[in-house]
């Protein structure tokens, strides 16, 4: 698997979509090297606290607006838990094994 085509893909999609900022491709890659960690899985699950520090971002609530509008605007599938105990379900749409 290459594993920069799902970064890719993503920059493809985004190019002319100006409602994407820095933010959202900060946690989206945050959210991808993630998903590398785990072996690239589709969905994973995460918790906030684990995306802000790799994306960098100060906030979870910023995490959270940024996710949300991906999700919006269709470049990820995001199912928040509400559960301290499980982390939100985040589906990669640009992916080979995508399956939602």
């Given at each position: 698997m290459e594993t920069l085509k799902p970064l890719s893909d993503f920059f493809t999609a985004i190019k002319n979509d100006y409602r994407i900022s820095p933010m959202h491709i900060a946690i989206y890659a945050a959210l991808l090297q993630f998903r590398s960690v785990k072996g690239f899985i589709n969905p994973i699950f995460v918790f906030s606290s684990d995306i802000i520090v790799i994306a960098k971002v100060s906030s979870a609530n910023t995490?959270?607006?940024?996710?949300?509008?991906?999700?919006?605007?269709?470049?990820?599938?995001?199912?928040?838990?509400?559960?301290?105990?499980?982390?939100?379900?985040?589906?990669?749409?640009?992916?080979a094994d995508a399956d939602i």
């Open positions: 995490y959270h607006k940024c996710v949300q509008e991906l999700h919006q605007y269709g470049y990820l599938k995001y199912k928040p838990s509400f559960k301290k105990t499980r982390g939100s379900e985040i589906y990669f749409l640009f992916s």
